[in-house]
């Protein structure tokens, strides 16, 4: 069999080849750019013809991304790919998942019917899945979510001692506590009230029996920042240790990164997003769940489990 090929979107390189060395595939040559009147370029400079491909675009920003990600996907398969895949480590348009208020746009729904339109398979991690109870309910293709959490639990434990684990909304207890459980250690989840994008309320109870422990709020998505920051606050108000922030997704901006600095111990993040703060690499989990996408039948080198330069 012809060996597959991994090409990357633009800002996914350092992805792709994880990946491509993982899984023992090609890494190819997409050569993409703007024309002055910012219309997309694309060509690739690797002929897909008669192979499988799996295109590596992870989807924060994704007004700015999809549509080239969308011409590469028809390109490929118009070259001849014999089957086109998508790993998107951040999955976007899952927030949208219902009519809030009348007229509203379901673009869950929306976005899902293009990416299965053009591809094969899609690989993403810890999708916002709130009313969806998977992403076969959107897709109309196969869909592997795979799972950060043992990620986050190993990190945790090789790197916050005598952790106490917080999630910030009743959304997030299930897997705070599969965190928690695969390390031992203590958690709770907080109460949310959100009323606006960046307008948050968080109750947060006595914490008196934790003295002694490190908090350590973890997040599956951290955008504006300001769930993690007020809670950190209310934590110091009760006297205990600088929190550590942990999140899956780190879509915030360079502020909101520093603001979070200021008030915690540390502040980490999976590599999902390219971001500073990345320390918790996926590269593994997502070469697996590849493979297994393509029948199981291709071999994983033994340098999948790299870490993070």
């Known amino acids: 069999m012809t060996r597959p090929i991994v090409f990357a979107l633009p800002?996914?390189?350092?992805?792709?080849?994880?990946?491509?060395?993982?899984?023992?595939?090609?890494?190819?040559?997409?050569?993409?750019?703007?024309?002055?009147d910012g219309e997309t370029y694309l060509r690739f400079a690797t002929d897909p013809r008669d192979r499988a491909v799996a295109l590596v675009c992870t989807l924060d920003r994704p007004d700015d991304k999809s549509l080239r990600l969308l011409f590469a996907a028809d390109a490929a398969r118009d070259l001849g790919a014999s089957n086109v895949g998508l790993v998107a480590p951040y999955l976007a348009y899952m927030?949208?998942?219902?009519?809030?208020q009348p007229g509203e746009a379901i673009t869950s729904l929306t976005f899902a019917r293009m990416v299965s339109s053009h591809f094969d398979w899609l690989v993403t991690v810890d999708p916002h899945l709130h009313r969806y109870a998977s992403l076969d309910e959107v897709y109309?293709?196969?869909?592997?979510?795979?799972?950060?959490?043992?990620?986050?639990?190993?990190?945790?434990?090789?790197?916050?001692?005598?952790?106490?684990?917080?999630?910030?909304?009743?959304?997030?207890?299930?897997?705070?506590?599969?965190?928690?459980?695969?390390?031992?250690?203590?958690?709770?989840?907080?109460?949310?009230?959100?009323?606006?994008?960046?307008?948050?309320?968080?109750?947060?109870?006595?914490?008196?029996?934790?003295?002694?422990?490190?908090?350590?709020?973890?997040?599956?998505?951290?955008?504006?920042?300001?769930?993690?920051?007020?809670?950190?606050?209310?934590?110091?108000?009760?006297?205990l240790e600088r929190p550590v922030l942990v999140a899956v997704h780190a879509l915030f901006s360079e502020e909101t990164y520093r603001g979070l600095k200021e008030k915690a111990a540390a502040v980490v993040s999976a590599n999902s997003v390219i971001h500073?703060?990345?320390?918790?690499?996926?590269?593994?989990?997502?070469?697996?769940?590849?493979?297994?996408?393509?029948?199981?039948?291709?071999?994983?080198?033994?340098?999948?489990?790299?870490?993070?330069?």
């Open 11 to 36: 800002g996914n390189e350092s992805m792709a080849g994880r990946l491509g060395a993982a899984l023992g595939w090609e890494i190819g040559v997409l050569e993409t750019r703007n024309f002055p």
């Open 276 to 309: 500073p703060s990345n320390a918790i690499d996926l590269s593994a989990i997502l070469a697996d769940a590849v493979a297994e996408a393509m029948g199981g039948s291709l071999p994983i080198s033994s340098n999948k489990k790299a870490n993070l330069p």
């Open 95 to 100: 927030r949208q998942d219902r009519r809030f």
């Open 140 to 239: 109309d293709i196969p869909a592997r979510a795979v799972r950060s959490a043992p990620l986050l639990s190993e990190w945790i434990r090789a790197n916050v001692s005598r952790p106490f684990l917080l999630g910030p909304d009743i959304e997030s207890e299930q897997w705070v506590s599969e965190v928690a459980g695969a390390i031992g250690a203590p958690w709770q989840v907080l109460r949310k009230t959100r009323y606006g994008d960046r307008n948050v309320e968080v109750a947060v109870p006595d914490l008196a029996n934790f003295a002694g422990h490190t908090p350590v709020i973890v997040d599956d998505i951290v955008s504006s920042g300001r769930t993690m920051a007020v809670t950190a606050d209310q934590m110091r108000e009760q006297g």
